[in-house]
């Protein structure tokens, strides 16, 4: 059975993410489409809106099979979020991998992989790693053409190609332009399309215009409560008062000697949004700062990362997804593929299970990982 794999959030799920699954299962004349989706938290720091399990739901409007992203994974920066993607788009036997991105166009970004490459191999790439700059910074100080650096979803492409190169060849991978909405754009001024970021503002501000860039069949998931970034900061300012700058230096994204300026501006903040004021530096992104609290907030510290995926749960599948899971465990009687977490298998998902718990603090919903069987439509 052919199929293409999706690296999403589905934070929460909307017309884009229907454009980009219908189009994405179209040019690749697969049978199947795999949604790689990260859980509880997000890439940008922040709790999902909604749980996994009801972004699950949300999901299989369109997919046929939802696997879990690895919540360390999702925590992470492009290279190491892309690099577990595409580890699970192998262990699901992928055959393609689509991603949306502003350029559309994946001619320029086989170009773009060249270059790399290339530059990868010269004197002066290891000059400027050795000065400490940034892996983005170097690229776009030595690659002649570095326009698809200037927006976000193509970095992450880029991050998706070079995974793909070096870990899984035979995936091919597809890009589709994104729909008439930037990431970042705040409000919904289109009438099919917008941003993820729009449409989280408009249902936190019960503004129903969120209704007309969603799929209808799936309005009535869209419900209360709303998991936002502002539930997390007491939560955290009791993480971050429990350690000590030993112990906090040990936790996963944590840049050597940050842990002094949280502990210090800790004592200070009134908000999430104050503490991220009171943190930030030219040194430092927004999204750093808030993945990195996240982090704080679940504990995951930098022993914890892996490098290789021993087992994928499932979330939902369609009935479709139901047939390919079953052709997975027979061609591949020796991987894990869980429906169903239990005490057996936990210990395979213990960042999974204690991330879910944390936010079942946040958002009040009483789905666990144990007591959520695999949801199929």
């Known amino acids: 059975m052919k199929s293409v794999a999706l690296i999403t959030e589905y934070n929460p799920f909307h017309n884009g993410h229907l454009y980009h699954a219908q189009t994405s299962k179209s040019i690749t004349d697969s049978e199947v489409s795999i949604a790689i989706m990260s859980g509880n938290f ?12 009801i972004r699950t739901q949300m999901a299989l409007n369109v997919v046929d099979l939802v696997i879990e992203l690895p919540a360390l994974a999702a925590l992470s920066a492009g290279q190491y979020f892309a690099t577990s993607a595409v580890q699970i788009a192998d262990y699901v036997d992928a055959d393609h991998l689509s991603f949306g991105s502003e350029s559309g166009d994946i001619d320029s970004f086989n170009a773009f992989l060249r270059d790399i490459n290339q530059v990868e191999q010269s004197s002066l790439f290891l000059k400027k790693i050795k000065e400490g ?12 053409d570095n326009t698809l650096l200037s927006s976000p979803n193509n970095t992450l492409g880029i991050s998706y190609m070079r995974a793909i190169q070096k870990i899984a060849p035979h995936i091919k991978a597809w890009t589709i332009s994104r729909e008439n909405s930037h990431h970042h754009d705040q409000d919904i001024s289109n009438l099919n399309f917008a941003s993820g970021t729009s449409i989280r503002n408009a249902i936190q501000a019960y503004d129903e215009q969120w209704k007309h860039v969603v799929p209808h069949s799936i309005h009535h998931l869209y419900q209360e409560p709303h998991t936002s970034v502002d539930d997390t900061f007491p ?35 009134t908000s999430f949004e104050h503490l991220m004021s009171l943190i930030k530096t030219k040194r430092y992104t927004y999204t750093h700062i808030q993945r990195l609290l996240m982090n704080i907030l679940l504990n995951f510290q930098k022993q914890h990362q892996f490098d290789t995926i021993s087992a994928v749960r499932v979330l939902g599948m369609s009935q479709k997804g139901q047939h390919y899971l079953k052709y997975l465990k027979q061609k591949f009687p020796n991987r894990n593929y869980i429906t169903q977490i239990n005490q057996q298998n936990a210990r395979l998902f213990e960042q999974e299970i204690h991330t879910t718990e944390i936010y079942n603090l946040l958002s009040h919903r009483p789905e666990t990982d144990f007591n959520t069987p695999v949801i199929r439509i």
Not at 42 to 47: F, S, W
Not at 133 to 142: T, W
Not at 249 to 263: A, F, P, Q
Request: hydrophobic share 35%; glycine share 6%.
């Open 235 to 269: 939560y955290i300012k009791y993480a971050i008062l429990s350690h000590t700058a030993g112990s906090l230096k040990n936790i996963y994204t944590m840049s050597e000697g940050l842990e002094n300026r949280i502990l210090e501006k800790i004592k200070h903040a």
């Open 133 to 144: 700059k940034s892996y983005p910074r170097i690229l776009s100080e030595l690659v002649n």
């Open 42 to 53: 997000v890439m940008r720091g922040q709790p999902a809106i909604y749980n996994k399990f």
